[in-house]
């Protein structure tokens, strides 16, 4: 052994005591002081006996034997009281205590509680987190298809959950007397419908508040297969976790350089770490109007089934979010509406305004509270007659329609129809000019059926590196706070000034008008149109230009307010299921309606129709090179392109005319 082995061995017993002290347990170590009791009890039960209600909250088991977080509020004293459901995936406790009170009216303030009605309407609120969401057990999926189908082999859906949520309440809730409605706007209105698909028994009346219905056609994710670029943040946030702690971030400012400087939707995605998320590498998959999206359609699934349970569908004219879903399904059940259950209303809401403030809307003034007048004249009274026991008598219309323009609800027996007697509704068309001129054509039969190819066009050059803003920049992300600048929920009744001065816009305009035009329904686009390029956008809006002086609201001189507008992705102008490359130079024709509208152009004001081939960053650019997917399309796809509008293009409209 060497002289340096021995002094290591001799090192090493020395340091033997302190090794054996360090690693000696904790617990054998006297403590340096005596602990100080804390102060936090074990667990703090509120005193709640002054509170005017009794919060429960219950993890609800479903037939699979996953359990959902619900919340159950129950008005004290309440004796035979009706049951009012929300399902949602946007957290149920946080819905039912929208402030720290002992009312239950301050608790309920918000997102999709009438809180008025139901506070005056004495009943039992109810709300539940969706599997997979917040505090409820399961997997989260997007619009979770039907039990059974392709995209859904497992025995549940939001179908069969509402089913058992309905089964466990009327067996549990010893306040209620055992009739239960359900309400929600949006994702939250979609479920509404999901239950109609089988409903329970109990189940007896539903209102659908601005309601995802064709996620492709005209609602969130698409409009006519442009992609809403828009909601990728809503996507993450959504779909990321459960309980909805991802958060998107914006690189820049103005939403505009966000998107434009990404590229593509599907690079923007990328850059988000989107492709972990399992709805984005579905809809990335599926960009056209396939089974994926069709299946999914709650339209077409409630057509194959009579109407078993009273509903109200309410729709907003200004929807910036869910402006298909409520008229689709309208559409849809109401030939099978044999005993007269389904009821419609629109309103001239926002998103989801029909529970807020209803007086105005951006620049608009109503005259009144459209939304008051909703929830105490027209939802309370059919919320009370199917769901109370002394059910009282039910006397609203079967369409309740407020007429933008005059200003005024008018009852009508169904839609689309101005009016009840007096009038008829005939097909009129604005026809396109030379010199931006636009022509109203008022007599039956002008409308032809196919437009025919003339020499006389305007035109404009598509620039995808300079798309055309769909509001004024800089432009805010999707958002719901004013004080942020985040004015996204009222964007479809901006000042479209700004768009009717950019060359690659073009602008008709009719004279001014000496009566009254008055449309009901849905204005439908014909247009006879060419592109230099192999694949184009085509945005049309129709536009009411107030005078050029108001005298009792000077700011609304001149303003130029979106009537009814909306996109087409030419690709998919011979079939919404098969993309095809369009022929370069060659006129083809296009025809796509727009959300329906229910306004009288009053004298003095203009007709405009803006025609475009960008709406940025709401939709996502079309290289106007025609690619497999879009998504994913290369920088080098995109490129410049000559858009002709020929005068052969006209908009069908649903006039309204007197008889007398």
Same mark, same amino acid.
């Given at each position: ?61 479903m037939r699979d034997g996953v359990k959902l977080h619900t919340v159950i ?83 549940v859906d939001h179908s069969t959950d509402t089913w058992d949520t309905i ?181 001239? @809401?926002?998103? =989801? ?5 209803? &007086?105005?809307? +951006? !620049? $608009?003034?109503? %005259?009144?509270?459209?939304? /008051? ?41 169904? @839609?689309?129809? =101005? ?5 008829? &509704?005939?097909? +009129? !068309? $604005?026809?396109? %000019?030379?010199?931006?001129? /636009? ?173 475009q081939s960008s709406w940025f960053p709401l939709y996502d650019r079309n ?38």
């Amino acid at each position: 052994m060497s002289r340096y082995t021995v002094a290591l061995a001799s090192a090493l017993i020395l340091l033997a005591p302190v090794v054996q002290a360090q690693l000696a347990p904790a617990a054998a170590t006297a403590p340096l002081y005596p602990a100080l009791p804390s102060e936090t009890p074990e667990e703090f039960h509120a005193p709640v006996d002054g509170f005017d209600y009794v919060k429960r909250a219950v993890m609800i088991p479903m037939r699979d034997g996953v359990k959902l977080h619900t919340v159950i509020i129950v008005p004290r004293g309440a004796s035979r009281a009706p049951m009012l459901l929300t399902r949602t995936p946007y957290n149920a406790a946080e819905l039912t205590a929208h402030a720290e009170s002992s009312q239950l009216e301050n608790i309920l303030q918000g997102y999709d509680n009438a809180a008025d009605v139901v506070v005056q309407g004495g009943y039992i609120r109810v709300m539940q987190d969706v599997r997979g969401k917040h505090g409820s057990e399961g997997d989260y999926v997007m619009n979770r298809p039907l039990a059974g189908s392709t995209f859904n082999p497992t025995p549940v859906d939001h179908s069969t959950d509402t089913w058992d949520t309905i089964e466990w309440l009327t067996q549990n809730v010893p306040e209620s007397n055992g009739k239960v409605g359900i309400i929600g706007i949006s994702y939250d209105g979609y479920l509404p419908l999901m239950a109609l698909v089988q409903p329970h028994p109990a189940l007896k009346a539903a209102v659908p508040m601005n309601p995802m219905v064709d996620g492709w056609r005209g609602d969130d994710w698409f409009h006519n297969g442009a992609f809403r670029q828009v909601n990728l943040a809503y996507i993450l946030e959504q779909v990321a976790t459960r309980r909805s702690e991802a958060k998107w971030y914006s690189s820049h400012y103005d939403d505009y350089d966000t998107f434009l400087r990404a590229g593509s939707a599907g690079e923007l995605a990328r850059q988000r770490g989107m492709e972990q998320v399992g709805f984005w590498r579905k809809l990335s998959s599926h960009p056209a109007y396939d089974n994926f999206w069709s299946g999914q359609a709650m339209d077409q699934l409630l057509a194959r089934q009579p109407v078993k349970v009273p509903t109200m569908l309410v729709h907003s004219w200004w929807d910036a979010e869910d402006i298909y879903g409520a008229l689709a399904v309208y559409k849809a059940v109401k030939p099978l509406d044999r005993d007269n259950q389904v009821y419609l209303v629109m309103g001239p @809401w926002n998103h =989801g305004g029909a529970i807020d403030d209803g &007086s105005k809307l +951006g !620049a $608009l003034h109503f %005259g009144s509270d459209t939304a /008051l007048h909703f929830r105490q004249e027209i939802l309370r009274p059919f919320l009370d007659h199917y769901l109370k026991d002394e059910a009282p008598a039910l006397t609203i219309a079967a369409v309740s329609a407020f007429e933008t323009g005059s200003n005024k609800w008018r009852a009508l027996n169904r @839609w689309p129809s =101005g009016c009840n007697s007096g009038c008829s &509704s005939t097909p +009129g !068309a $604005l026809r396109l %000019g030379a010199g931006s001129k /636009l022509t109203l054509s008022r007599a039956a039969g002008v409308v032809p059926t196919t437009p025919a190819a003339s020499s006389a066009y305007d035109e404009y050059v598509s620039d995808p590196a300079k798309p055309v803003p769909y509001r004024a920049r800089p432009i805010m992300a999707v958002g719901y706070d004013e004080a942020k600048g985040q004015t996204w929920p009222r964007w479809l009744v901006d000042d479209q000034r700004e768009a009717s001065g950019r060359p690659d816009v073009l602008s008709y305009t009719s004279e001014v008008l000496t009566a009254p035009v008055k449309i009901s329904g849905e204005p439908i686009a014909h247009l006879l149109a060419a592109t230099s390029g192999t694949d184009a956008d085509w945005v049309v809006k129709l536009i009411d230009v107030y005078p050029d002086q108001v005298a009792a609201q000077p700011e609304m001189g001149g303003y130029q307010l979106m009537v009814a507008a909306d996109i087409f992705r030419g690709r998919y102008r011979e079939s919404l299921a098969q993309a095809r490359a369009l022929l370069p130079d060659t006129p083809l024709a296009y025809r796509f309606a727009l959300p329906a509208a229910n306004h009288v152009f009053l004298p003095g004001h203009r007709i405009m129709v803006q025609i475009q081939s960008s709406w940025f960053p709401l939709y996502d650019r079309n290289p106007q090179t025609f690619v497999p997917n879009i998504f994913f399309a290369q920088p080098a796809d995109y490129r410049k392109a000559t858009q002709r509008i020929y005068h052969d293009s006209y908009i069908e409209l649903p006039l309204i005319t007197s008889k007398r």
